[in-house]
């Protein structure tokens, strides 16, 4: 490289540093400390050239007009003082930033000499006042800001405090002295020289409507990244962009809340008037449950609103999703429920509207009130046709989904024995267990661990989390940001409040970060005498992210350590698969973990579930809930509890379709047809996942009412699976319908 491209180089860098800090910041993210030390190095010499340059050329100009002194030693003394204070700014911004300072202005005051010594402590009163304030700006809008602040800002200040020093501090004159502090501190900072091209970009679109994306993109928000002071009208500069161009207009919305966090508000609040002009223009509920649709940008924005309006944007994503539920309802009896949730979201949403300060809840508040109004209309006209029509059976059985806690249903029934084992093994907290419940695909272990919180003591705080979500095993710092978010959401849910590390601090070093709140937990939980469970459901989708290389085995060394040194925490993990079954050798971390076996319903369990769902439930069985209609719901499905609320799920529809309250013998035929449809990827996945070629071989062979024979190895597998079962000698299927299903499907 030669020393013209070197100096070319240095003074772009130069002005990234003044005008687009997280633009240089991005560019120098990965160099190491000798080489942002080294860089810093040489932006000061530069920097002090400049300003050497500059002072030079003003003190000229004032001996001239006004007979001040020029004083070459002065001149380069003070601004190499001043390229040194931002050289010092820029080493080390944060801790250090008031002790360097403190130091270097308690020189600078210490020598100025006379008359000297006010102008001297005024302008370094006045940097110090626009730094304050500018960092506290600028550093709210994230890490890439305050990374740009370090160099950025160091290179900035050597200039600022180079000229201003240079200029100013030779010069007996107090209003001198002042003109010099308020030129620094406005033009560094605030940069009100912006406001004029700003305004003449803005009022050419406005007044003589040229095209406004080419004039934004040659405006001063272009041109510098940390303007601090708000722009004039920059949210309808964005709202007439996306009244000319929505697609554009979006995109530059976007571009101002991630690249120009100074002017972020301007950005948010264009989006409101956005979003509240869409969403004021529905009429009915299916433009309601289309929410998402016609907003779909707020999901892009999500992280850079404003707290009120995340809030906002999230509630009404879950009105449009009880629209959809209600539009897609089969009965009107649903519908009916349906709507009156969908009325209280929308009057509790109002509710929270009327608390929220700031513009978010007056602007929202009347979309929320016209929605009210759809949605009762709705509702009245719904009501009076349901009087002149057949009551619908109310259908609570919940298909697939974990059961939630809920005490007005009896969904979640027959599981007090492995309740209670989980009990009586944490009773025991001096032995430190580990927990592993066992059970295979869909009997149930979900549920279990959603409501274990109901049934733990109040010493035991319940962090569930969910392996199954893709974000919990993108990396190592997703992992460990929704551990620390789940424990934290749960121990709030008890009282406590501890907030989670933001997901960008788990990016260099998640464990170190992970272990130290943990540490801070331990001593919250100490002091409480409380533990917390550690829920993992579906560890195995763990493993299947470590040999996919998303994540390392570190985190079975992670899970270990917990285990074996955190003297507050217990693990409980649950699995579709046993230990033996997995390629890793998860029995190597699991110290001494206790296997909790969760198998199917009992009878009489089971029989609750069917007949006794809920209160006031009013379907009914011939023959009663001992009779052969119940007892072939049971036969059937041998009371695998996702297979008895499927098929029951199925029946009341069924049976309300018909605008029958009772169940016969061929309405449980009717909803097994249903369900061997429904239910398919449960089937699927048994026979594809769980079934070599030779079981299947061997599954066929048992239709065919034929003797199992020949591999026995194949043979325990199926039985070790729960697919076949031995009575009094002979196999059969354990279940019936995974038996009608291959019959239909092979």
């Not at 996306?242 to 002017?263: C, D, H, M, W, Y």
């Not at 979900?446 to 003591?457: A, C, D, E, Q, T």
């Not at 024979?709 to 199926?718: P, R």
Request: aromatic content about 12%; hydrophobic content about 40%.
């Amino acid at each position: 490289m030669t020393i013209t491209n070197d100096i070319k180089i240095s003074i772009y860098q130069i002005h990234q540093c003044i005008f687009k800090p997280i633009t240089f910041t991005e560019f120098i993210e990965h160099s190491d400390k000798k080489s942002k030390l080294k860089l810093i190095l040489k932006l000061s010499f530069f920097s002090f050239i400049i300003s050497i340059v500059i002072v030079g050329i003003i003190r000229a100009i004032l001996l001239f007009s006004f007979g001040y002194p020029f004083d070459w030693f002065e001149i380069l003394f003070y601004t190499l003082y001043g390229i040194a204070l931002g050289t010092a700014c820029g080493i080390a911004l944060r801790i250090a930033l008031g002790i360097a300072l403190g130091i270097a202005l308690g020189i600078a005051g210490g020598i100025a000499p006379g008359s000297v010594y006010g102008i001297a402590y005024g302008i370094a009163y006045g940097i110090v006042l626009g730094i304050a304030s500018g960092t506290a700006y600028g550093i709210a809008p994230g890490s890439a800001y305050r990374t740009a602040l370090g160099i950025g800002r160091g290179i900035v200040l050597g200039i600022v405090l180079g000229i201003a020093l240079g200029i100013a501090l030779g010069i007996a004159r107090g209003i001198a002295g002042g003109i010099a502090l308020g030129i620094a501190f406005l033009f560094s900072y605030f940069r009100l020289f912006y406001i004029l091209p700003h305004m003449i970009q803005y009022l050419r679109v406005e007044i003589f409507g040229h095209e406004p994306f080419s004039l934004f993109r040659n405006s001063p928000i272009y041109w510098d990244e940390i303007i601090l002071m708000p722009l004039p009208f920059l949210s309808n500069f964005l709202v007439t962009l996306t009244k000319a161009n929505r697609e554009e207009g979006l995109s530059e919305i976007e571009f101002v809340s991630s690249k120009r966090p100074t002017q972020r508000k301007a950005a948010s609040s264009a989006l409101a008037e956005i979003t509240i002009e869409d969403l004021g223009r529905f009429k009915s509920i299916e433009e309601i449950a289309d929410a998402s649709g016609n907003v779909p940008f707020l999901s892009t924005f999500e992280s850079y609103l404003s707290q009120e309006f995340g809030t906002a944007g999230r509630t009404i994503e879950d009105i449009s999703t009880d629209a959809k539920s209600y539009l897609e309802s089969s009965s009107n009896y649903n519908k009916l429920r349906t709507l009156n949730v969908l009325g209280r979201d929308v009057d509790k949403f109002k509710e929270t509207l009327i608390a929220t300060k700031g513009p978010v809840g007056y602007k929202f508040l009347p979309v929320a009130e016209t929605w009210s109004q759809i949605i009762k209309a709705e509702t009245n006209e719904l009501t009076e046709l349901k009087k002149d029509t057949y009551e619908e059976i109310q259908n609570p059985y919940i298909f697939g989904n974990p059961v939630i806690p809920d005490d007005k249903s009896r969904l979640f029934v027959g599981r007090r024995d492995i309740i209670r084992q989980i009990e009586s093994d944490l009773a025991n907290i001096s032995q430190k267990p580990t927990l592993f419940l066992y059970g295979r695909r869909r009997v149930g272990k979900s549920s279990v661990l959603i409501n274990l919180p109901r049934f733990l003591g109040k010493r035991y705080v319940s962090a569930y989390i969910d392996c199954q979500y893709p974000g919990t095993r993108e990396s190592h710092a997703s992992f460990c940001y929704t551990i620390s978010k789940a424990m934290s959401n749960s121990l709030k849910d008890r009282g406590f409040s501890i907030e989670y590390p933001p997901l960008e601090s788990f990016q260099k070093n998640p464990f170190i970060i992970l272990g130290n709140w943990f540490d801070k937990i331990e001593k919250t939980l100490e002091t409480e005498n409380k533990l917390i469970l550690i829920a993992l459901d579906e560890y195995e989708r763990l493993e299947e992210s470590i040999l996919k290389e998303d994540l390392s085995i570190e985190i079975l060394d992670q899970l270990r350590n917990i285990i074996q040194h955190r003297n507050y925490f217990v693990v409980l993990i649950t699995g579709s698969k046993e230990l033996s079954e997995l390629e890793l050798n998860w029995s190597d971390y699991l110290i001494s973990a206790k296997t909790l076996k969760l198998g199917y319903l009992s009878k009489e369990d089971a029989r609750i579930l069917i007949t006794n769902p809920i209160d006031d439930f009013s379907l009914n069985y011939e023959g009663g809930e001992n009779g052969e209609v119940v007892n072939k719901i049971i036969d059937v499905t041998s009371c695998q509890p996702y297979l008895v609320q499927a098929l029951c799920f199925e029946l009341v529809n069924y049976l309300n379709t018909q605008h029958r309250k009772e169940a016969r013998m061929d309405d449980i035929d009717a909803a097994i047809e249903k369900v061997l449809t429904s239910a398919e990827t449960y089937f699927y996945y048994i026979w594809n996942s769980e079934c070599s070629e030779k079981g299947k071989e061997l599954l066929k062979r048992l239709i065919s009412n034929l003797p199992l024979k020949g591999d026995e190895e194949e043979i325990n597998s199926l039985r070790r699976k729960e697919i076949i079962e031995n009575v009094n000698g002979d196999f059969r299927f354990k279940v019936e319908l995974m038996k009608k299903w291959i019959e239909k499907n092979n």
